[in-house]
């Protein structure tokens, strides 16, 4: 989620949707984000929408977001009606675990008595490792929660130090064994490469750790360097050089062979799932997002997706609170899609996941481009030529560009 919200048209202070919008609502996936906008510290390169207490002073406090948070949910059950219960719940932030589990229980039961649970629901919390314990999580998974994402980042203490994280380079890994332990059958671990003074070794111990702990995901991403944050602060300086793109590419190969001689697979570019856990070891929640589900937002500066209209919450969480507590929307503005965006959208995000993009839904010209694309490498030539464009690995490490040839 990241800090800058873009422009839109104003939402009605009761947060209504358009017909058409709700008309629809109920034929997809339905899933609830959760923001928590609490840190206790802020790492260097994070330019996610989140307060440390430093930064905040008193003018919110996990107590008021709780509050409002469970009035946004109230404010869903009404705009919404009784179209369909909540199918994925996905607690991010931030740092979620700062909350406490029994907090988060909490949590889960608003949304419960709101708009409803499905009875087969995947429930995610993110967690940071130095924050959990092992009866944090045995309280998760008796309070239903059913995942858990924990951020590692990296084994390796320097690269640790350069992205300011605070955990220690084992208690990642600790935390997963004790989730697991706690009976939790889905347990990710994410990771962060190419961090300037990364190494091969350096990663591939990171994998060592992350299969030793017996996750069943993985998540991987490229470090970004964002506009505004310390780390972009320290290679302006030249304290730090920038990421090399050929270097991030190298490590995504290394990345994508270790975990697939780990039994691992890539299930969309920056994720992978073991493959003896089956389909349930995949991440349901942001498969809603990549693959046309509707979702809302809650918190400060989540954003929302329901029947072609998207809309976004105001940042601040003492705004956030404010405006709930005056019985109004905290939506900052939102913006309807034409067809033509959706189907931008549609190949942007359905393209990143491992069964790719029907090709009917490509233009006439755009399946030229696919088929130019499969004779480049970029495409799997038998998958087109069964009605679906699918990225090879050389197609998933230039997406962005491939997407742009589709939709062009």
């Not at 008021?64 to 369909?84: I, K, N, P, Y």
């Not at 951020?151 to 004790?178: F, I, K, N, Y």
Request: net charge negative; aromatic share 6%; glycine share 12%.
């Amino acid at each position: 989620m990241p800090s800058t919200l873009p422009d839109g048209e104003p939402v009605p202070s009761d947060g209504s949707l358009p017909p058409e919008a709700l008309s629809t609502f109920g034929r997809r996936p339905f899933g609830v984000y959760v923001h928590v906008p609490f840190c206790a510290t802020r790492c260097g390169y994070c330019d996610f929408n989140t307060y440390t207490p430093g930064e905040l002073g008193g003018a919110a406090s996990p107590d008021s977001w709780a509050e409002a948070a469970r009035r946004e949910l109230e404010l869903a059950a009404t705009v919404l009606g009784d179209g369909r219960p909540v199918d994925t719940v996905f607690v991010g932030g931030g740092t979620p675990s700062l909350l406490g589990a029994d907090r988060l229980v909490e949590v889960l039961g608003w949304i419960r008595d709101t708009l409803g649970l499905a009875p087969d629901a995947e429930v995610t919390t993110e967690a940071n490792p130095e924050s959990t314990s092992p009866r944090f999580f045995e309280t998760l998974r008796a309070g239903g929660y059913t995942r858990v994402s924990l951020g590692m980042q990296s084994a390796a203490r320097h690269v640790l130090a350069v992205l300011d994280r605070q955990h220690s380079p084992g208690r990642a890994a600790a935390s997963a064994r004790e989730a697991r332990a706690a009976g939790f059958e889905h347990v990710n671990l994410d990771l962060i490469y190419g961090t300037p003074g990364e190494t091969d070794q350096d990663l591939l111990a990171s994998l060592d750790t992350v299969v030793e702990a017996g996750v069943d995901h993985v998540s991987a991403y490229a470090l970004i360097v964002e506009d505004g944050t310390a780390l972009a602060r320290r290679v302006r300086r030249g304290d730090l050089p920038a990421p090399d793109d050929d270097v991030l590419a190298a490590r995504y190969e290394l990345l994508d062979d270790t975990l697939g001689r780990a039994g691992f697979g890539w299930y969309e570019v920056s994720n992978w799932a073991l493959t003896s856990a089956g389909p349930g070891a995949r991440c349901r929640h942001n498969l809603g997002y990549w693959t046309g589900g509707d979702w809302w937002g809650v918190g400060p500066g989540a954003h929302s997706h329901v029947g072609g209209v998207r809309w976004w919450n105001v940042k601040h969480p003492a705004r956030y609170a404010g405006l709930l507590t005056q019985g109004r929307t905290p939506a900052a503005g939102r913006e309807v899609l034409a067809e033509a965006d959706q189907l931008v959208e549609r190949v942007l995000l359905e393209l990143r996941v491992v069964n790719g993009l029907p090709v009917e839904v490509l233009a006439g010209s755009a399946r030229a481009e696919a088929e130019a694309a499969a004779s480049e490498g970029l495409l799997d030539p038998e998958a087109l030529r069964s009605g679906r464009a699918v990225l090879t690995r050389r197609g998933r490490l230039l997406a962005d560009g491939v997407v742009r040839r589709l939709v062009a």
